[in-house]
């Protein structure tokens, strides 16, 4: 009996590394499997990995919530009201947002599931959703998996890799129901400026659609970039969901946590199937994110260090020949552009046989990526380890050997 057949034809094509080879970073186990035979990974897009990051002051909370014994619980399916007071406090000082922490916001395990059950909340079979390419990959995967499709929207480098109205025009149709945006845009580090979010904020508006945006990466902006949160524009805060996460800007991805906003009406439906979609994230998770919130200049020191480390890396790889890369606007990872030199897959399995670092391959994050690497300078504890790192892949890049038109 092929098994396969009972699946759901959502899930159709959907691999995971037991009959095939998947190298992509978030896929089965092939890309840890690497790490154990001394391959240098800088393709997990969480901070200073392999190395410990749990601040002292959140470590400390963390164990004696252990010894009072209530972490052993469940937590409201909701998330925990003094983790949602936090967090409505934050979305109004950094975010513009002034919401009630009782109707407004989820604790969600992490802003992976987050993500997912926001576009599941909006999408029915047949819908569809307008996805800027590239961006992250769930913005392609997720919606097929609910029956819907995702339709892609390219960004142009040359444009800045912002948002071309136009093109969203283009891929409109009677049965588009959304548009899903990552911002700051992993994997290009693009902060979408106010005057194009405004102008994205009116093609919602006038089309009636819904607006889902992943601002995963919201916490390291560079050279002074007006972060806006799209929510916050004129008559968007009904038609957006916005996805937060602690993972990246607080360095704390295995505890999984994340949260969204949103009106009551989204919100009502979403409080209301939570128990059974999400459950509830982990408890004593929750109450070490409250410890975060509550002293968090703990991450001056970490933004400090994915500055240095991406003029680094745009000084390292920009003097690769055939290789061009930009200052990356946000975030702890670049966008290279490795097409003079070859085919991006080859280059990344290259990089891992010459320079043992496993890196992403831009075709996993939409036809706009191919001929590109998503590569993570924020992994490593240590700065100097990092820009050794990116050095090793450098001089192995120099010494490619099929380069283009050579
Ligand atoms: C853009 C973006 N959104 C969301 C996530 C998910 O993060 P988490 O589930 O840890 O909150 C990631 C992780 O790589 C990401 O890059």
Redesign the pocket.
């Known amino acids: 009996m092929d098994v396969r057949k009972k699946l759901s034809e959502r899930f159709a094509g959907v691999e995971g590394g037991l009959f095939s080879n998947v190298t992509k970073a ?1 896929v089965g186990d092939g890309f840890s499997a690497m790490g154990k035979d001394k391959v240098t990974l800088m393709g997990w ?1 969480d901070p200073f990995y392999p190395d410990p990051s749990i601040p002292e002051h959140i470590k400390q909370v963390m164990i004696e919530e252990i010894q009072n014994g209530f972490p052993s619980h469940y937590i409201m399916p909701s998330g925990s009201l003094a983790l949602r007071e936090r967090v409505a406090k934050k979305l109004k000082q950094k975010n513009h947002l002034d919401v009630d922490p009782k109707r407004n916001i989820l604790i969600t395990p ?6 997912f059950y926001a576009m599941a909340v909006l999408l029915d079979q047949g819908d569809e959703v307008l996805v800027p390419d590239p961006s ?1 990959p ?1 913005n392609f995967l997720d919606p097929k998996l609910l029956g819907a499709t995702a339709v892609s929207v390219p960004l142009a480098h040359d444009d800045g890799y912002s948002l071309d109205i136009e093109a969203f025009q283009a891929a409109l149709t009677s049965r588009t129901k959304a548009v899903v945006l ?1 911002h700051p845009n ?1 994997p290009t580090t693009t902060v979408f400026r106010k005057e194009n979010l405004e102008v994205l904020a009116e093609f919602v508006i006038k089309n009636d659609l819904m607006l889902v945006v ?1 601002q ?2 919201e916490d390291s902006v560079f050279d002074d970039i007006e972060f806006i949160t799209p929510a916050s524009l004129p008559g968007m805060w009904e038609r957006t969901i916005t ?1 937060f ?4 800007g607080m360095g704390l ?1 295995g505890f ?1 946590v ?1 949260y969204i906003a949103a009106c009551d009406q989204i919100m009502d439906a979403m409080y209301g199937a939570a128990v059974n979609v999400l459950g509830a994230s982990n408890t004593l998770a929750q109450l070490g994110a409250i410890a975060a919130f509550d002293a968090p200049d703990f991450i001056d020191p970490y933004i400090q260090s994915f500055d240095y480390r991406r003029k680094k890396a745009f000084e390292i790889f920009g003097s690769v020949p055939g290789v061009k890369i930009e200052m990356p606007e946000s975030g702890f990872y670049c966008w290279v552009d490795v097409s003079g030199l070859g085919d991006s897959t080859d280059v990344m399995n290259y990089l891992v046989q010459e320079a043992k670092v496993a890196v992403n391959d831009g075709k996993n994050y939409g036809k706009q990526g191919n001929g590109h690497l998503r590569i993570i300078h924020g992994c490593l504890g240590s700065d100097e380890e990092a820009v050794l790192t990116m050095r090793r892949m450098a001089d192995a890049l120099v010494k490619y050997p099929k380069r283009n038109g050579e």
Do not use: E, H, Q
């Not at 992490?110 to 993500?115: F, R």
């Open positions: 978030d897009a992490g802003s992976d599931s987050g993500l992250y769930n990552t992993n992943d995963a990466f996805v996460s602690i993972s990246k991805s999984r994340g």
